[in-house]
């Protein structure tokens, strides 16, 4: 009973533990979001009509502490062309912000709604924890995470 009621202690500090440390925002996206944006690829396609701007090859942007490399990246402006709607990328997507880091296959960010949906062999890193899935939906703002398809995850204990 000793042991069963120690495991249980356990499971929920560290618990606690991710649900502090994953609280919040993600990385520095709010702050970043007021820097200039710095963008790299071996092609790019401004579509005025569209509002759309398609970059591939080896793709980087860089804004502020935030910095996303892909095969390929989409972004979509509002109708009125005065703000960044949507951003699709894939491709070994990799996005780090300040020392989170997130992964996958493919990944929308809709800033409207302050989240990013990460598809196929997706990864989240935030403070030392690691989260795997097949899909992973962040919300940026709050750092609400739902993972599905065969989850895993390895978390460290505060103190370790």
Request: glycine share 8%; proline share 1%.
């Amino acid at each position: 009973m000793t042991f069963l009621r120690t495991i249980l202690v356990l499971i929920l500090t560290t618990s606690y533990v991710v649900a502090q440390d994953t609280a919040g925002q993600f990385g520095s996206l709010a702050e970043d979001s007021k820097q200039p944006i710095e963008a790299q690829a071996d092609k790019m396609e401004i579509d005025e009509a569209t509002g759309q701007i398609l970059m591939s090859g080896t793709v980087e942007i860089v804004q502020g502490l935030t910095k996303l490399t892909a095969a390929f990246v989409r972004i979509e402006y509002t109708e009125d062309h005065s703000d960044i709607k949507t951003i699709y990328a894939s491709g070994s997507v990799y996005l780090e912000s300040s020392g989170d880091v997130a992964k996958g296959d493919e990944a929308t960010y809709q800033l409207s709604k302050n989240m990013i949906y990460l598809k196929g062999n997706a990864m989240l890193l935030r403070a030392d924890n690691t989260l795997n899935a097949e899909n992973i939906e962040l919300n940026t703002e709050t750092g609400s995470t739902v993972m599905t398809g065969r989850v895993s995850t390895t978390l460290i204990p505060r103190g370790n």
